[in-house]
Structure formats: C-alpha cells, structure tokens
C-alpha cells in the first residue's frame, strides 16, 4: 500500500518536473547532469547509504517475528 501511494506520488511529480518538447541535444545534456550528480553524491555519502540499506535489512526470523533483532 505504502509503496503504490509513492509511485503515484512520483508520477504525479514527473508530470510537472519535466517539461515536454525538449531538444535530444538538451536531454542529453540533463542526463549528463543528473548522472554526474548522482555519482558525486554516492561517492561522499556512500558509508551512510551503505548502512541505512542493511539497516533496512529484516534480521530476525520471520517465522518467530515476536522475536526482536539484535541491537546494533
């Protein structure tokens, strides 16, 4: 449910984040961007991002879920 409820957020994002009719030289130039920026922030935030993912991570038994996970 949770997850439905975001994408339809996102679309409804796109829809006015992105402007129709660009050039293909213009798209690629915002690709370019966009990947540079996105690199750039993995590259410094990569410890964190790598510990919120395992944190995310179920570590308990599903079949017991009464079971908690150990602490960190």
Same mark, same amino acid.
Request: aromatic fraction near 12%; hydrophobic fraction near 35%; avoid cysteine.
């Given at each position: 449910m949770k997850r439905k409820k975001r994408l339809r957020r996102l679309t409804r994002m796109?829809?006015?984040?992105?402007p129709?009719?660009?050039s293909d030289e213009a798209v690629w130039a915002m690709r370019d961007c966009l990947q540079t920026l996105h690199m750039a922030f993995e590259s410094?935030?990569?410890s964190q991002l790598i510990r919120q993912r395992k944190?995310?991570?179920t570590v308990y038994? &599903?079949?017991h !879920?009464?079971? &908690?996970p150990? !602490?960190?």
């Open positions: 796109e829809l006015g984040l992105f129709d009719g660009l410094r935030y990569l944190s995310l991570e038994d &599903t079949q !879920p009464w079971r &908690t150990p !602490p960190l």
